[in-house]
Nanobody, 114 residues
């Protein structure tokens, strides 16, 4: 059972990144999924949520209108498209499977800086 994030990196303010989360070891299509982030010295923050089918999404106010969460159940993959990035978006980003036995990936670093 594994979640593996990728796609992080260094980007200038105003730029874009697309994060991916590859899932294995469980039936991906039966779980809603989350993206969280944790900035240095701050608590982990829920960024976005997507329903099992992808028909429903929710976002933190801080990223609404700039980030888009999506999923491809056929590819067992979760995505986070991040546009108009700001320095305050700098954090480690995690995909997460909620539930009684929650599951976290190892995280991918996103740094927004000029």
């Amino acid at each position: 059972v594994q979640l593996e994030e990728s796609g992080g990196g260094l980007v200038q303010p105003g730029g874009s990144l697309r994060l991916s989360c590859a899932v294995s070891g469980f039936t991906f299509r039966t779980y809603a999924m989350h993206w969280y982030r944790q900035a240095p010295g701050k608590e982990r923050e829920l960024v976005a949520t997507i329903s099992m089918t992808g028909s429903s999404t929710n976002y933190a106010d801080s990223v609404k209108g700039r980030f888009t969460i999506s999923r491809d159940n056929a590819k067992n993959s979760l995505y986070l498209q991040m546009n108009s990035l700001k320095p305050e978006d700098t954090a480690v980003y995690y995909c997460m499977r909620p539930g009684y036995h929650s599951l976290w990936g190892q995280g991918t670093q996103v740094t927004v800086s000029s």
